[in-house]
């Protein structure tokens, strides 16, 4: 049996008997006798055999001859690229390639060292992300990252891209905002010093000013001062009646701020504000605080009022000893009420005897 066998340029042909290999054909035509596996090539490919394992392969030594083994460890990656554009990654294990010009660049890599992926065209890293090989994180403006290697602190990562090998080292990333943050605690229970149930809202601002003691001393910083928050309040509001919580409420808010950064100081934190929004009362209490405020500005209104009336029963003896005093500002003050007296009518009937016309006359002239 004879086949005619044309090898195409880029192309080379392995001829299989068996499990074993016979012959390599290279470009040009060629003829095969007996009954062979033909089995076709590309130069620029890697070499993966068919119908047996590499390592059965290669034990040809015409085989062998012709191709280049690639080793990659545990701890190492292969990269394979074609005019500097990563086409393939290859894991751990042996691989082998055509020696040709064809054929694709292959670079070992060591993974050992996390950050050392930063050292390949950001291209490439895109691409070992996508296959799993490489970790990438990403720090936000307004942000500090914090790396952690096999347990010991590393350094801070400002705002950015970092990528990282995926090898057995422990890496521990934390991001930290240290923007200006806020934490509101609403609708706190609580019983002041004349037992009286209250409920308060707060808000807090405050900023991490050093983000890895606030990583290792506290889990979660908005719930560490959420407590805080609300055992401050407590121990404020407790020891205040209902009438100095609400005639001082930035005061009891002082003491709370100090209550609350004696403890944040210690652990990163700066407390910059804080505030008592609302204090709720209960229903009942309400209403009868509603009836105090109204009695006493009733009690105001009557002073007031009070006040008024003897300052007008002053001024009219001030004006009686006046005109008692003085006969002229007497005639002038009966001239006013004749004045706005008839300024007010509009008609003036007058019967009687002559004596009232004659009062009259005499009240309008002068004397």
């Given at each position: 049996m004879v086949q005619k066998v044309i090898v195409a340029p880029g192309e080379v042909i392995v001829l299989v008997k068996g499990k074993e290999v016979t012959r390599v054909l290279e470009r040009g035509t060629h003829y095969v006798f007996g009954r062979q596996r033909v089995e076709r090539y590309h130069l620029a490919e890697k070499f993966i055999p068919r119908n047996m394992t590499l390592q059965v392969?290669?034990?040809?030594?015409v085989l062998k001859s012709m191709l280049n083994e690639v080793d990659v460890s545990q701890s190492e990656v292969g990269l394979v690229s074609e005019k500097n554009r990563l086409i393939q990654v290859l894991t751990s294990g042996t691989h082998a390639f055509w020696k040709s010009e064809l054929a694709p660049e292959v670079t070992v890599v060591?993974?050992?060292?996390?950050?050392?992926c930063n050292e390949l065209p950001v291209e490439w890293l895109d691409r070992l992300v996508t296959s799993m090989h490489?970790?990438?994180?990403?720090?936000?403006?307004?942000?500090v990252g914090l790396l952690w290697k096999d347990g010991e602190f590393v350094r801070t990562l400002n705002a950015g891209v970092y990528r990282f090998w995926k090898n057995n080292q422990d890496l521990v990333i934390k991001t930290v905002s240290?923007?200006?943050e806020t934490v509101n605690l609403n609708g706190q229970e609580l019983l002041t010093k004349d037992?009286?149930?209250?409920?308060?809202?707060?808000?807090?601002?405050?900023k991490v000013n050093d983000p890895k003691v606030a990583v290792e001393a506290v889990a979660n910083i908005s719930e560490y001062l959420y407590k805080k928050i609300a055992l401050a309040i407590r121990e404020v509001a407790s020891g205040l009646s209902l009438e100095d919580l609400l005639a001082a409420r930035e005061k009891a808010n002082d003491q709370i701020v100090k209550l609350i950064q004696a403890n944040t100081a210690l652990v990163g934190i700066d407390i910059l504000d804080g505030g008592l929004i609302d204090v709720i009362l209960p229903g009942d209490v309400k209403d009868i605080l509603n009836m105090v405020l109204i009695a006493e500005k009733e009690a105001q209104?009557?002073?007031?009022?009070?006040?008024?009336?003897?300052?007008?029963?002053?001024?009219?003896?001030?004006s009686a000893k006046l005109m008692d005093e003085n006969p002229v500002l007497f005639r002038l003050k009966e001239l006013e009420l004749v004045e706005r007296i008839s300024g007010k009518v509009g008609a003036l009937n007058v019967s009687g005897s002559g004596e009232v016309l004659e009062q009259l006359r005499k009240l309008i002239s002068s004397e």
């Open positions: 392969a290669l034990q040809s030594e060591s993974m050992a060292e996390a950050e050392t490489v970790r990438k994180v990403m720090v936000e403006r307004g942000e240290t923007r200006i037992k009286a149930a209250v409920r308060l809202n707060y808000t807090l601002t405050y209104a009557n002073v007031i009022r009070r006040r008024e009336e003897m300052a007008a029963v002053r001024n009219s003896l001030n």
